[in-house]
């Protein structure tokens, strides 16, 4: 009987369809037999068709009306509602197709002594219908309820409390007792009025004693099942229930929540702010507006995690022009469409430019900066998940090192003021070709503001920005992990010990904003980052606030295992961090800066030559030796253990 309930989700859909069609099929030879007082085989054309035609619509209606989509095991009010307004649908045009064919009946039965359809069939096959599709839907829910006394004799329930005795509260109470996981010890609610009162049998109490309540009763757990709750108050809530020692879950929407499979308690998705654990720093204004407000901007990139975040950012400081780069359609329609929203909800000046292209077209960035007297660029375009790199290497390479040297050197040329390249963590001794051509990249705008340094151009600052992983950026830990617990797992992590540095999005974007700022040419700024994060930490964190915890061999009957895979080519187990000698302070606590070996012009265009022929070739192995040879602490070879 186990095995039946663990079956996957689609193989139970198609079981529940298949059903259906017998039902129907048994509904429509029942009617027939009713009709005629006796057993009936079917034996013409229309009788052919009034049996299988009318499942493709029954089956089509109860899809659009997402009754496959919404849980078996879960019947009440609101779903019988929405089976009987897909069944009155149905049986409309189940009306209007029998007596189509009444009307006809002579075409598709040539034999005049058949009397057409009895007309009372219309009647008789919906009840028949009717009761079968109900009586189902509650022999499925009452099979799941055996299986609960079934299973709870194999496991100790978790006694639980549910936070918010309202319609939403209601509901979830029949979601959890349909997991065969819990026992519901009752409601808690912050209105007085309710309290010794009951709600579906189950009794409500409020916070006065709630530490007693929790003690006498004991609790495990307590499911947070409020709507529309604000974030301070979730937080309070939070911190009220971990000072009692008890885990709080949090519960999502409903309108989510009917639509997923409850072999696991779906919960809502944890806050990103939360994933880091640590505090978040007012950007400085001065250096937020000092490259932007009433200048003309240029951000490269700009429909992607980054590119976009600084646009939002940007926007904000009112430049007189902000163009926007991307080469993907979609993404710079995207954030061109917010954009524009904002400048008019905000009545703003601001002239917005969006460019479809790529920056290897040099004539497009000649157009650019021809037509308009950029004064400060931000440069995000560039492909930087480390596995496509890796199996793409020539591609990837000419996209991020040629992109940057046209835009270094169309930026140099005309006299833009201030140039950020956004770089990586992964720049650092690179293992990978991801971070040995963002290095190359820094490079070259280092080889460009050598003269800058030597004080001949002090008008032009050019830098370079390093950090690490991006909290929910596209393609990121983050958004994974949050998929696969809301399918229920496995979560798969890399190594049990390998960890990255994280931001948040926004966070990233300012801190770049304001190291542009305060550049004076040639840096390569560090953001802080704080400290490192393992993975297999935050795949255990991102589970727990969510409201599960981890299956493992210590807790069989958890609700998301973590699957240990193995580190693809290129990546490291820890990403490095210059030495803290070699790091400076600067005015912003949470920007550093670091020297690294310059390269000047004349060699930069030497080994960019070098490059093209690679490219021409599409020599992977070339490549690797070139970096070898120009890129300090290049290593190749993938972690292996």
């Known amino acids: 009987m186990k095995n039946i309930f ?94 189509t064919l009444n009307a006809n009946y002579s075409f598709f039965t040539p034999n005049p002594l058949f009397p057409g359809m009895p007309r009372i069939i219309v009647i008789i096959y919906p009840l028949f219908l009717f009761l079968f599709i109900i009586g189902s839907r509650f022999l499925i829910s009452y099979i799941f309820f055996l299986f609960k006394n079934y299973k709870s004799k194999d496991i100790n329930l978790k006694k639980v409390l549910i936070y918010g005795a309202g319609n939403f509260g209601a509901r979830y109470l029949g979601i959890l ?71 709080l879950r949090f519960v999502p929407d409903l309108d989510d929540l009917l639509q997923e499979d409850t072999s696991i308690i779906p919960t809502s998705q944890p806050d990103i702010l939360d994933l880091l654990k640590r505090r978040q720093i007012n950007p400085n204004q001065n250096l937020i507006k000092k490259n932007i407000f009433d200048k003309v901007v240029f951000v490269s990139g700009a429909g992607g995690s980054i590119g976009s975040e600084l646009c939002n950012q940007i926007i904000k400081q009112i430049p007189k022009k902000l163009i926007i780069l991307d080469h993907s359609e979609f993404s710079i329609h995207q954030i061109n469409e917010k954009l524009n929203i904002f400048i008019k909800k905000n009545n703003l000046k601001t002239n917005l430019i969006p460019v479809l292209g ?49 835009l270094t050197k169309e930026a140099k040329i005309n006299n833009v003021k201030t140039f950020v390249l956004i770089s990586s963590d992964k720049a ?14 820094e490079m070259i705008v280092q080889a460009f503001s050598i003269k800058n340094i030597n004080g001949i151009n002090k008008e032009q600052n050019f830098c370079s920005v390093r950090f690490g992983n991006v909290l ?52 390569i700024f560090i953001l802080d980052m704080g400290k490192a994060i393992k993975i297999y930490e935050l795949a255990t964190h991102m589970i727990e606030l969510s409201g599960l915890t981890v299956k493992n061999a210590t807790n069989p009957y958890g609700d998301i295992e973590i699957l240990i895979t193995k580190l693809k080519d290129g990546e490291k187990l820890e990403e490095e961090l210059p030495n803290k000698l070699i790091m400076q302070k600067t005015l912003h606590e949470r920007i550093n800066k670091t020297s690294e070996e310059f390269i000047d012009e004349k060699n930069i265009e030497t080994i960019i030559n070098n490059l093209i022929s690679l490219f021409d070739q599409n020599d992977k192995i070339g490549l690797i030796n070139l970096f070898k040879k120009y890129i300090k602490g290049y290593k190749p070879e993938p972690y292996k253990k």
């Open 472 to 523: 929910n950026s596209s393609g990121s830990v983050v958004p994974i992990f949050s998929k696969q617990i809301s399918s229920g797992g496995p979560v798969t992590v890399r190594h049990k010990n390998v960890s990255r540095y994280f931001m948040t999005i926004p966070e990233a974007s300012e801190l770049v904003i304001q190291a542009g700022a305060l550049s004076s040419g040639g840096e």
């Open 177 to 247: 007792r349909n997991t065969f996981r819990y026992e519901i010890r009752g409601f808690l609610d912050d209105d007085k009025k309710l309290n010794q009162k009951f709600l579906n049998g189950v009794k409500i109490f409020d916070l006065k004693n709630i530490d007693q309540l929790i003690n006498d009763l004991q609790i495990d757990e307590v499911f947070l099942a409020i709507n529309n709750i604000g974030r301070k108050k979730k937080i309070d809530i939070k911190n009220k229930f971990q000072s009692l020692n008890v885990k």
């Open 6 to 99: 663990e079956i996957p989700r689609n193989a139970k859909i198609a079981i529940v369809v298949i059903i259906d069609a017998a039902l129907h099929f048994i509904s429509t030879w029942l009617a027939y037999t009713l009709r005629w007082e006796k057993i009936h085989i079917p034996s013409t054309n229309l009788e052919y068709l009034v049996f299988f035609v009318p499942v493709v619509f029954l089956l089509f209606i109860f899809s659009y009306f997402k009754l496959y989509k919404s849980l078996f095991r879960y019947l009440d009010l609101n779903a019988s509602i929405g089976i009987l307004k897909a069944l009155a649908i149905y049986f409309i045009f189940y009306a209007i197709f029998i007596f």
């Open 358 to 406: 790529n920056l290897l077209d040099k004539n497009l960035i000649k157009k650019i900066f021809n037509e308009y007297k950029v004064d400060t660029i931000y440069h995000a375009a560039a492909y930087k998940h480390v596995s496509l790199v890796e199996e793409n290497p020539v591609s990837s390479v000419k996209n991020n090192v040629i992109g940057t040297l046209n």
């Open 428 to 441: 650092i001794n690179p293992t990978n070709i991801m971070g040995a051509s963002k290095r190359l990249c």
